[in-house]
């Protein structure tokens, strides 16, 4: 199973640029890298997905270096209500019909004033 | 609003019985999910179904059960809850099972069994 490791817990401030890096090791050539924003009492919301370089929409940038082992999600200029936890997730490949997808544990985003 | 709908909201079981979460997508999605969600754990994927009428195992399957018979409905069941299975489940669509497919999550079933 393709496992993926992000740090615990990120602290910043408003207006700063927040980046978290996923490890993802073992992803398969076919698997997209997505990401997901997560508020207490909610379901996750997509942000991001990308699979190879660079992508921008208007909340987040991703970027994936060559080797796709690892992607680092960058949140331009925080804000206070950007405090949630951010989940970054790969597929697992096990056959072709057969596709298993795993979060990793998250990482809490914590934006002070 | 379109979207995924998990009923109930809450629960308090007593452990032994059995229980069946609902979920509901009017987004015609292929693939649904099911996760629970553990403090520390993040999300763990417990049965997936890529298409009506076939379903497969995630991570931790032990314990529960899916059916898909349509493509609107992805139930999820404890045939007899233990404590163990306390949590916050999460129901989840997609248009199909790839992985370039992001996922549309509803707002959970907050299960204590007792």
């Known amino acids: 199973l393709a496992k993926t490791t992000q740090p615990i817990s990120m602290d910043s401030y408003e207006g700063q640029e927040v980046n978290i890096t996923c490890s993802h090791n073992?992803?398969?050539?076919?698997?997209?890298i997505t990401w997901y924003q997560q508020f207490p009492s909610q379901g996750p919301r997509f942000i991001i997905q990308?699979?190879?370089t660079k992508v921008t929409n208007e909340v987040a940038s991703l970027f994936i270096p060559a080797d796709r082992k690892s992607s680092t999600l960058s949140l331009p200029r925080v804000s206070l209500s950007d405090t949630a936890v951010y989940y970054c997730?790969?597929?697992?490949?096990?056959?072709?019909?057969?596709?298993?997808?795993?979060f990793g544990a998250g990482t809490t985003v914590t934006v002070r004033a | 609003i379109a979207g995924i709908t998990q009923a109930p909201t809450s629960q308090i079981l007593a452990a032994g019985r059995r229980m069946t979460l609902r979920c509901t997508q009017d987004?015609?999605?292929?693939?649904m999910y099911w996760y629970r969600q553990d403090l520390g754990l993040g999300l763990r994927l417990i049965h997936y179904?890529?298409?009506?009428?076939?379903?497969g195992k995630g991570e931790v399957p032990d314990g529960y059960s899916v059916s898909r018979a349509n493509t609107d409905d992805f139930p999820l069941t404890l045939a007899s809850a233990v404590p163990s299975q306390t949590s916050v489940y999460f129901c989840?669509?997609?248009?199909?099972?790839?992985?370039?497919?992001?996922?549309?999550f509803g707002d959970g079933t907050r299960l204590s069994i007792l």
């Open positions: 179904s890529n298409t009506a009428g076939t379903t």
């Open positions: 989840a669509s997609s248009e199909t099972g790839n992985s370039n497919q992001p996922q549309h």
């Open positions: 987004m015609r999605h292929n693939a």
């Open positions: 073992n992803i398969a050539t076919n698997d997209y």
């Open positions: 997730l790969v597929g697992d490949k096990r056959s072709s019909n057969d596709y298993k997808l795993s």
């Open positions: 990308g699979y190879k």
